[in-house]
C-alpha cells in the first residue's frame, strides 16, 4: 500500500467511459519516517473523499477496483485510506490533528 | 513472500467500508543475508495480530487478497505469517525466542 | 495513472487480431512540470487523443480490458483521457485551448 500526499487534480472531458465520473487527484509518494516527498507523483482515483494536503494510502492494480464503488471504474492506483496518525518505532511520526501547514503552497 | 519487520501502524478513521476492521502495519524489509532492516518502510495489512518488532511474512499483488479477512478488500500487501526461525544452509540465521544469530 | 504526451502514432498491419480499429499511439510520460520522463511507449487510444496531446496514461492490464471494453483483450498501456489541465501544489496548467 503506498503512502502519499494528495497535492492537486487532474481535469479531463474527453475520457473513456470507464472513468466517467472519477475524481482524479495527484498524490505524490511520501518517504514514511520522514513525510518527505519523494520526486514522483501518480494520479489516483479517489474512493473515499480526500482532499488537498491530506496523507493517504492508495492500492495499486487490480487491487485498486475492489470495493462496490471502485470495481467498474479503470482504476490502476486508488486512494482508500484517508491517515489520522502513524507510529513508527514507538515515536508519533504523524498526527493530523497538530500538522499545520499540510499545504505549505496555499500559503 | 518476503521478510520484513514491524515497526510501527498507521491510524485511519476515514477510510474505504471494505477496509473496516482491517489493522495496517508499517514496517521495513528485511535482508536475508544479514538479517538486518535494508529499504523503505511501507504500510501492509496485518492478518495474523503481528506486533512491533516482530519478524513477519508478507504478500503483495492479489496473492495479499487469498486470505479470509483480506479476500475481496482493497488491499495490495498483507502480513501472512510470523516468523520463528529462519534457517539457510543449515545454519539459523534468526531465532524469535532467542533474538537474531549471525 | 500518469501524465503523458503523445509523441506520434504508430501503424501496424500484422498484428493481434483484436487490435484491428484501435488506434495505437506514441506517448511518453511528463514529470508535473510537463518535462517528458522514461522511455517511449506504445499506448491503446480510447480517449481519441492526437499529437501533441496530454493525456492520462493507464499502465495497468486489467484496466485496459475495462477502458477499451473487451474481458479478454491483451494489453497493458492506454490513453484513457485527454486532460484539459491539472493543478499541483496551487499552480494550474493548462493543457490545450
Not at chain 1, 33 to 57: F, N, P, R
Not at chain 3, 66 to 74: E, H
Request: net charge negative; hydrophobic share 40%; aromatic share 4%.
Amino acid at each position: 500500500m503506498l503512502v502519499g500526499r494528495v497535492t492537486g487534480n487532474v481535469v479531463s472531458t474527453n475520457k473513456a467511459p470507464s472513468l466517467e465520473g472519477a475524481k482524479l487527484l495527484i498524490v505524490q509518494p511520501v518517504e514514511l519516517d520522514t513525510l518527505v516527498m519523494k520526486d514522483d507523483y501518480i494520479i489516483c482515483v479517489d474512493d473515499v473523499g480526500a482532499g488537498e494536503g491530506d496523507l493517504v494510502v492508495c492500492a495499486y492494480g487490480s487491487s485498486a477496483r475492489q470495493t462496490p464503488t471502485s470495481k467498474n471504474v479503470a482504476s490502476d492506483f486508488s486512494i482508500y485510506a484517508i491517515l489520522d496518525s502513524i507510529d513508527i518505532r514507538g515515536a508519533r511520526t504523524y498526527d493530523k490533528a497538530k500538522e499545520k501547514n499540510a499545504c505549505s503552497w496555499q500559503g | 513472500m518476503q521478510l520484513a519487520r514491524v515497526i510501527g501502524s498507521v491510524v485511519s478513521t476515514r477510510k474505504s467500508q471494505n477496509l473496516e476492521g482491517l489493522k495496517l502495519l508499517v514496517a521495513v524489509p528485511i535482508d536475508m543475508d544479514t538479517m538486518q532492516e535494508k529499504g523503505a518502510p511501507f504500510v501492509t495489512v496485518d492478518t495474523v495480530g503481528a506486533g512491533e518488532g516482530e519478524i513477519v511474512m508478507w504478500a503483495g499483488g492479489s496473492s495479499s487478497r487469498q486470505t479470509e479477512q483480506t479476500s475481496g478488500k482493497p488491499v495490495d500487501s498483507s502480513i501472512i505469517g510470523i516468523v520463528d526461525f529462519v534457517d539457510i544452509l543449515g545454519k539459523r540465521r534468526y531465532d524469535k525466542g532467542a533474538g537474531e544469530v549471525r | 495513472m500518469k501524465l503523458a504526451r503523445v509523441t506520434g502514432t504508430v501503424v501496424s498491419t500484422v498484428k493481434y487480431d483484436k487490435y484491428r480499429g484501435m488506434k495505437l499511439l506514441k506517448v511518453r510520460h511528463l514529470d508535473l512540470e510537463m518535462n517528458e520522463t522514461g522511455e517511449e511507449l506504445i499506448a491503446l487510444d480510447a480517449a481519441n487523443a492526437g499529437m501533441g496531446d496530454i493525456v492520462l496514461v493507464n499502465n495497468d492490464g486489467g484496466a485496459a480490458q475495462m477502458v477499451m471494453g473487451d474481458k479478454t483483450l491483451i494489453a497493458s498501456v492506454t490513453v484513457c483521457g485527454v486532460i484539459d489541465s491539472f493543478t499541483c501544489q496551487g499552480k494550474t496548467t493548462r493543457c490545450h485551448g
